[in-house]
């Protein structure tokens, strides 16, 4: 840390009178004016917010008492009645929305899926029209997110979920997250891609759509519109509106909310547990009226219930398909990446040229395959076809092809096409394809166990259901994954069996890689904090990156002992212990401070030539640290000149160098005492001691108690 911006702390709180001496040029604070004043500039400003795809904009001030909720005011009991109320209303509109506009959407992409199945049927040149549709289908589909000219649009949706769940926004940012224009295009893109017979998802683009009807409610409805402007209610309203999304795709309201919790959500506020519940359930509720209308039952992949469909033996099967499914969904998160990263620069100077040949890809490989019926080409169908005959995974039209040889064909077919499918700039989602991969493998391990116990009554489909979960926990970093396959297949009995993989295979990638959720939000610059902890590179310790090689001086180290020291040690940071014997740490030297200490003092005697002529790269490390301080006075006085505002927070010094604009603020501010001014030129003034602990006393870091460090022996005079 620079000097200028350093503070004064040592062995709790001295008096003025102990304030040791700086050198001449040095700027010091007090650390309780220096409090004062961030406290102050802080109360000054609003939050701190995050620009998302687009310039910064400042917020206006006058917001009605709304925006008061929630901080330590004292709060109107009628308003907070009227706000809890409008938010009841909002997410019970919310969930019936959408759980009728999913329950359409899900139709279209059925009718679609189901006039592919017919092309292909419907002559001998039916698989070269199959081919000519997918590719038209997949070119339209991109083609609409590259007219929309919208970063929002393409991709999973899941990414700017989180990021609109993890961090503060203007209301006026908001539109390029969530609005009604981005739902439409997404929805538009979703219902071609999938109809073309992409190995995409939709689960994730439909929890975005369902964030953005959220926003066109609150935006666009007078009595929602001061939600609006309360953020602390804004993410727990978005929150909920994520589990409406994901509980009305799979008709799984328990399953969706806690999916969504898990994927969205840094930490999760009790409160809102009921209202999400109320809202999952509703729109769980709605879309169960759609799919009995279309299809006759209330579950996505109904399968025959079957009395004790395992042996407790089969525990540890069950265990070991967990531990087979955690290493290839490891495998599988990193190919896909490379994959990506390969291909982006296609992918971004042509997403319609390239989407065009991925549907003509897709259209082969499931032709070849035969991955297909008369109901359609999605993945919803091969999952129910896997989790009851599996007819159509085991490939049993195709003469001679076993049926373990044709779910290992089908396995590596459905591997290329999700990655194909999934890293086009369409809109797309995972959650299904990694489910189908799952049951795929998991139908694999179980015939094949079938086949080895011979006599003994394997239950095959429920491997596939357990296969299915433990490879989506372990791509996805969720364990909710087994409480939705529960919910959507009706088998209660599998619980426990997908519990125990699904604990596994995400037990098995989440130290190791980022889910593919985190991977999109990579892709599309959106880090955030908690994210970037995930990606240290295995690195999870202090330990694991630091330098157990330390030189340590102690608080009688003198100059001549300094100089040699810097000599002979390259370390940018020098621990000072209390004495050898005891190795208490007391506080550091910045490697900076020594050598302006030394230039100081050997200008004295006008010998600083050679301390110059002793350090050079010391010196050029200076002269780089002076030229930035030039830079960033310059910049103060351009902002200035232009009238820029100096509080912290909304300025462009505020965001590059945070520590320097909050001290000179607190410089120019009334609240900084003059006492305090006082000190700071006695400081500058007063002459300079000759040992170590003069000059930690007045430019160390914060003084630590910490672990014993190796002392360094001072060298003789």
């Not at 649009?153 to 979920?161: K, N």
């Not at 006026?172 to 893109?189: D, M, N, Q, Y």
């Not at 531990?323 to 990506?340: E, M």
């Amino acid at each position: 840390m620079d000097p200028d911006f350093q503070t004064t702390m040592y062995e709790g709180n001295k008096s003025d009178s102990d304030s040791s001496t700086a050198p001449s040029g040095l700027e010091f604070v007090n650390v309780d004016d220096f409090a004062k004043s961030r406290l102050a500039s802080e109360a000054g400003s609003d939050r701190n917010r995050v620009t998302f795809f687009g310039k910064h904009e400042t917020e206006p001030q006058t917001r009605d008492s709304v925006r008061e909720m929630g901080r330590n005011t004292k709060v109107d009991p009628t308003k907070a009645f009227i706000l809890s109320s409008n938010v009841l209303i909002l997410l019970f509109s919310l969930g019936i929305i959408t759980g009728a506009l999913n329950g359409c959407f899900a139709w279209l992409m059925k009718l679609l899926s189901h006039a592919q199945a017919l092309i292909i049927t419907s002559s001998p040149l039916g698989p070269l029209y199959f081919m000519f549709s997918t590719s038209f289908l997949a070119s339209l589909s991109a083609l609409i997110i590259k007219l929309g000219d919208m970063k929002a649009t393409h991709g999973t949706g899941m990414a700017e979920v989180k990021a609109l769940l993890v961090n503060d926004f203007y209301v006026s940012e908001l539109s390029s997250i969530a609005s009604s224009k981005i739902g439409f295009i997404r929805v538009t893109s979703l219902i071609l891609a999938v109809g073309a017979g992409l190995s995409i998802g939709i689960a994730a683009p439909l929890v975005h759509v369902a964030l953005c009807t959220a926003h066109s409610f609150m935006n666009r409805i007078a009595i929602f519109r001061d939600l609006l402007h309360n953020p602390d209610m804004l993410k727990q309203i978005m929150a909920a509106a994520a589990a409406v999304g994901m509980s009305t795709v799979f008709n799984a309201p328990v399953g969706g909310l806690l999916f969504s919790i898990e994927v969205t959500s840094t930490y999760y506020l009790i409160s809102n547990y009921w209202r999400s519940f109320m809202a999952a359930t509703t729109g769980a509720l709605m879309y169960s009226v759609f799919l009995a209308a279309s299809e006759g039952n209330y579950r996505i992949f109904e399968v025959t219930t079957v009395t004790n469909p395992y042996q407790k033996w089969e525990f540890l099967t069950y265990a070991f398909l967990g531990l087979i499914a955690g290493f290839l969904a490891l495998w599988y998160l990193k190919f896909h990446q490379a994959y990506y990263m390969a291909m982006r620069k296609y992918f971004l100077a042509s997403p319609v040229a390239t989407a065009a040949l991925a549907g003509a890809v897709t259209a082969v490989l499931i032709y070849a395959v035969g991955a297909h019926n008369h109901s359609g080409v999605s993945e919803t169908v091969l999952v129910k076809d896997i989790f009851n005959d599996s007819h159509i995974a085991e490939m049993h039209d195709r003469r001679g092809v076993s049926p373990i040889a044709g779910l290992c064909a089908s396995l590596v077919v459905r591997v290329a096409l999700t990655v194909i499918g999934t890293t086009l700039r369409v809109s797309a989602g995972i959650f299904l394809p990694m489910f189908t991969i799952g049951a795929i493998g998991g139908r694999l391990f179980g015939q094949i166990l079938a086949d080895i116990a011979l006599g003994v009554n394997i239950y095959v489909p429920g491997y596939a259901m357990v296969g299915a979960a433990a490879f989506l926990s372990g791509t996805t970093h969720t364990i909710s994954a087994a409480v939705i396959v529960v919910e959507m297949t009706g088998e209660i009995d599998m619980l426990l069996p997908c519990l125990i993989a699904s604990v596994i295979a995400c037990g098995i990638t989440k130290s190791r890689s980022l889910s593919m959720f985190d991977q999109g939000m990579v892709n599309k610059g959106l880090e955030s904090f908690e994210l970037l902890l995930n990606a240290t590179g295995g690195f999870n310790f202090v330990e694991d990156v630091m330098d157990a090689q330390v030189t340590s001086v102690t608080r009688a180290c003198m100059v001549s002992d300094l100089f040699a020291l810097m000599q002979s040690e390259d370390q940018g940071v020098f621990p000072i212990i209390e004495s050898h014997d005891s190795c208490k740490l007391v506080g550091s030297l910045d490697r900076r401070d020594i050598y302006n200490f030394l230039k100081i003092h050997f200008a004295k005697h006008n010998l600083e030539s050679h301390v110059v002529s002793s350090f050079p790269q010391d010196e050029a490390a200076e002269q780089l640290h002076q030229l930035r301080e030039k830079k960033v006075a310059e910049l103060q006085s351009w902002m200035k000149r232009n009238n820029a505002n100096s509080v912290p927070g909304s300025s462009i010094t505020r965001r590059l160098f945070p520590s320097a604009h909050a001290l000179q603020w607190a410089h120019n501010n009334d609240s900084f005492s003059e006492h305090s001014a006082q000190t700071l030129a006695e400081a500058n003034a007063a002459a300079i001691n000759d040992d170590c602990s003069t000059i930690m006393r007045t430019m160390s870091i914060n003084p630590l108690q910490g672990t014993p460090l190796p002392a360094f022996a001072p060298p003789a005079a």
